[in-house]
């Protein structure tokens, strides 16, 4: 229980970080997706089917107070959860490598979704464009802000992790 009450904390501390604070501290209108951290990050610490429910009121959020149709990013960011949760098994919390990676591949998958839904479909075709000048900007200041998030993510989910194997043996 306090597991899902830490990762509805997390989802909307960083919805409220996202909406508030980093589009103050924006380069060239480029904010980081701090949503797709968190939705990848519970997806490969906690498996499938909790990246997909944190994808999914991840992206609820963004769709209530931003979108246009409710579900579209919901959808999109359910999905990126349940394939993070897919490297469950290859997420070893002691390498940063894996999850800065699935972060990145997450963010662009992202980005190259909404540009062929919102854009593609049309009649605009500058994808050049779209990717050197909205993409790998993004890419880059999300891992940027990976480096300070995950790691603090990873922290909280390691004590909590502690505490249920602790409660799970006195339980014995």
Known sequence: MLSILVCI???????????????????????????IIVTA??????????????????????????GNILGFSACIYMYIGYLNGIFRKMFYPEDIKLPIALIVGSDCLYNIVIYILTFLLKGRFQFIYYFLNIIVPEMVYTIIVTCIIYPLLLVVESRLEQKEKEGASKIV
């Open 41 to 66: 990050s519970y997806g490969f610490m906690r498996g499938r089917k909790t990246g997909l429910m944190v994808g999914f009121f991840s992206g609820l959020l963004i769709d209530i107070f931003f």
């Open 9 to 35: 904390f997390f989802v909307i501390l960083c919805f409220l970080l996202q909406c508030s604070v980093f589009p103050s501290l924006d380069f060239g209108g480029i904010i980081p997706n701090l949503m």
